[in-house]
């Protein structure tokens, strides 16, 4: 559905788009419309998923909606052994996108937020609620082969082409997962064929926050961003992207560099099969290596401050059963060094090895309405050697507008 407003009063245009947010929940897609030479797109999807836990069940990130293999608890502690179901539709989110033609190039930007914020005080008793949250917001100016992107969004830092698909937000140990706020350059060669350049949000990480304290941060300081460099090349059969990752902590009154290195790769093969395989190593890499459970830095026991090194692998495979059932399996690995916590810059607590698996199966029932069903396993060991493991089982029907 297209509409042309123009010259309207602002109170008119603001009915307009609310009486659009409306129509578009109970559209079979994203609507369309222009506002005086400016095209507005809604969106969203509506998710209710049902998770399943066994042999071990996990409180955070976000109550356990979202299971990070580096979360898995230790046998032995209060959630190991825990079996939990757990029903939310708390992913479900909104989008609005713009895209305005002007004399500098293409200005398109894009507002996107879910119900990932924790404010549910009262938690699961009687309302579930939760609250709205920035995901994306962002504005990118695109002027032939160059573009500017400034705002919030994925980190440059991140290859989708070259990852699995998952159930939630999370995926198996060694994928990159970050989203913040960064300033970027990109250069398209061809389609499909670019080179970018980020400056990125720096933080230590989540790796010192709450009860569970897993590194010696000391008191942080962060003064400059961090940079990303990123290429990336695809064709119908083939993608790769490698990208780098400088950061600088300040701790105590001292200060390092960090770095991170990335390589991702898809094969496209057979009857719309693909295969994935991505690879992460670096010295401060940190946060970066996904979901910010691993340090980058810390300080010594003789008050030093010293990077630390981390690596991981991780692949999988999506088979194309016909034409709207596919079939995922996959698994990954991370070894964070455990030369950190020999010179007390990790504790007893941090993670030093994670593996897990999944298999999932998804139904496009429709354009807009999927089905999925999957399993993931997870199994971590910490720096004092005790282990810990738990599955979780999954399934959700999606709708999108």
Known sequence: ????????????????????????????????????????????????????????????????????????????????????????????????????????????SHIEGDFFADIDADGPTWSNSNGFRIRHAYMKLQNGKQSIL???????????????????????????????????????????????????????????AGPAVFVNSGSSEDKLPDMVVKYFYGNKTFTVSPRAVLRRFEIDGQSAFGYGLALNTSVKFGAGHKAVLGMMYGDGIGRYAGLGFNAGAGLTTANDIETLKFKSIMGGVILALSDDVSWTVGAGYSKQDEEGYDIGALTAIANKTAFSWHSNLYWDITKQLQYAVGVMSGKVENMAGDEGDMTRFQTYIKYSF
């Open 1 to 108: 559905m297209k509409t042309t407003i123009a010259n309207l009063r602002v109170k008119t245009v603001a009915a307009a788009i609310s009486a659009t947010m409306v129509l578009a929940c109970s559209s079979a897609s994203a609507m369309d419309f222009d506002v005086n030479g400016t095209k507005l797109t809604f969106g969203g999807y509506a998710k209710m998923m049902v998770i399943y836990d066994t042999d071990g069940t996990v409180t955070a990130p976000y109550n356990g909606d979202l299971y990070s293999v580096y979360s898995t608890p230790i046998d032995g502690t209060a959630n190991a052994d825990k079996t939990d179901l757990d029903m939310t539709a708390r992913e479900s989110r909104l989008f609005v996108k713009t895209a305005t033609e002007t004399e500098y190039g293409t200005l398109t």
């Open 150 to 208: 400034a705002g919030q969004t994925w980190s440059n830092f991140m290859d989708f082409a070259g990852i699995m698909p998952s159930m939630d937000f999370s995926s198996d140990a060694g994928n990159p997962f970050v989203r913040q706020p960064q300033v970027r350059y990109q250069y398209d060669f061809a389609p499909g064929n670019y080179a970018s350049v980020s400056l990125e949000n720096p933080s230590l990480g989540f790796c010192n």
